[in-house]
């Protein structure tokens, strides 16, 4: 076949030479058949002849210059990664005026200059920094931060200023931009180590070198990327509480979940601080879950929690006690009911007690006294960890071994042996029946909000891992 195709190539046979050429596999032939095709003005086989003999460039340039074909001719020299080919189609792009993907095909052609050149000249400086990705071309880096210094884009230039290595410019341009780059300019210092530029970036937070203080999130951030971990601790149990002496009660449970979750990724240890601020927050946040699933009981138990640490809720501290007399009195809890009430009778809370319930709260007390009820008796549990019996399942630290159980992220109670779970999301612990029931009811961890399905819960039978 190939002997015949070449005779009837050299005697201009084409038609006779046409359907030979599906069985010929010498590139040599397939070049003289789409020369001659091309000769001809036959453009589209002429293309097919310059595929087939394995030629990118002519069917690059047939492409462009006579099948008006650009974007086929673009995704081949893409993919190729052709030198004459991009340098074909920038030229072809710069006679159309396509800036952009003139560009593109400057540098995939080796013609750095001329397309750092381009994108200065008409502003698509962005594109070239695409087309030159991770290249760790120091130089290149500085003239690409020159340039958008030159037209005031700081946090452009700075981000080329850090990525070689030239911190301090980069932070002093960070800092110009204000609060919306503080992300950024911790990421540098994190990457710079330089104690002079740490202490200059905290000293903007805090407002030391303008009279302006910064949210103080960004310091936790800072301490955090420099792996000052329990600093970072400190300042978020800080922020926590100043959330919550504000009411902003799920601001600071997520924050304190965060933390609590950047220290398991770092498999550092849990400050108790931290887990007793959270235990004290989530137990609160739960007790509306709890009385909309009629469980005044639970409810009772986790509000009692609350008002044994009711410092931390000073925005909300009557409103509080009340809910804990109302869910203890609902939930046959009348001692502590009474002992609530009496406190918010005092002079300093009795006009603060919503007008709805104050009656209420005045029965308690005048008939608390006389009442010969029979005294609450929380349901009991084994420790998980010695197995003492009549431990009330609302207490979290054992007497008798001093251990501290993990709570129950849908009830608030401890956690039990033979009834242990934990969420797939935040890796918390949950009692496995009434985290079934949440994922069936709610569909959502109780904790971290994440997705939950039935299936998701699965029992912990090793609960020491």
Not at 96 to 114: K, T, V, Y
Not at 352 to 381: C, D, H, M
Request: proline letters at 4%.
């Amino acid at each position: 076949f190939e002997k015949a195709a070449a005779l009837h190539i050299q005697d201009l046979n084409f038609e006779a030479a046409a359907p030979l050429m599906k069985k010929v596999s010498t590139p040599k032939l397939h070049q003289q058949y789409a020369k001659a095709k091309e000769g001809r003005g036959a453009y589209r086989e002429a293309m097919q002849a310059y595929e087939a003999a394995r030629d990118g460039d002519n069917v690059v340039r047939i492409l462009l210059d006579h099948l008006n074909e650009p974007q086929r001719a673009f995704q081949i020299v893409r993919e190729t990664q052709s030198v004459s080919g991009a340098l074909l189609v920038a030229k072809y792009c710069e006679k159309q005026r396509n800036i952009r993907a003139g560009i593109e095909f400057l540098f995939l052609a080796n013609q750095d200059d001329e397309a750092f050149k381009m994108a200065c000249q008409h502003d698509e400086m962005e594109v070239y920094e695409k087309v030159l990705g991770d290249t760790e071309d120091k130089k290149r880096h500085i003239q690409i931060a020159e340039h958008y210094e030159k037209k005031n884009m700081l946090a452009k230039a700075a981000k080329h200023y850090g990525i070689c290595d030239e911190y301090s410019t980069a932070l002093k341009l960070y800092l110009k931009c204000g609060e919306r780059e503080l992300d950024a300019a911790i990421d540098l210092v994190a990457k710079s180590r330089n104690a002079t530029l740490i202490d200059q970036l905290v000293d903007f937070i805090r407002g030391d070198s303008d009279n302006v203080p910064k949210d103080k999130h960004f310091e936790y951030k800072l301490q955090y990327a420099l792996g000052n971990f329990l600093h970072a601790v400190g300042i978020a149990l800080m922020i926590a509480q100043r959330e919550e002496e504000a009411g902003n009660y799920k601001a600071a449970h997520a924050l304190l979940l965060k933390t609590y979750r950047d220290l398991e990724s770092q498999k550092l240890g849990v400050p108790m601080d931290l887990w007793r601020q959270l235990m004290i927050l989530h137990s609160y946040i739960l007790v509306k879950r709890l009385v909309k699933n009629g469980d005044h009981t639970n409810a009772a138990l986790m509000l009692l929690r609350v008002a044994q640490n009711i410092q931390r809720f000073p925005a909300h501290m009557v409103p509080i006690l009340t809910s804990v007399v109302i869910e203890c009195q609902r939930a046959g809890i009348k001692d502590q009911a009474r002992e609530y009430a009496c406190v918010l009778m005092r002079p300093e809370n009795r006009s603060l007690i919503a007008e709805q319930y104050k009656r209420k709260i005045e029965s308690i007390v005048r008939k608390g006294a006389a009442s010969q009820a029979e005294p609450f008796k929380e349901n009991t549990a084994p420790c998980a960890y010695c197995g003492m019996d009549s431990l009330a399942e609302s207490t979290l630290e054992c007497p008798q071994c001093q251990n501290i159980s993990p709570f129950c992220v849908a009830t608030g109670l401890r956690v039990l042996r033979n009834d242990w779970a934990a969420c797939p999301s935040c890796h918390f612990p949950a009692r496995y029946s009434a985290f079934q029931a949440c994922a069936q009811a709610e569909g959502a961890c109780p904790m971290c909000s994440a997705p939950l399905k039935p299936g998701d819960v699965q029992m912990v039978s090793d609960v020491t891992q």
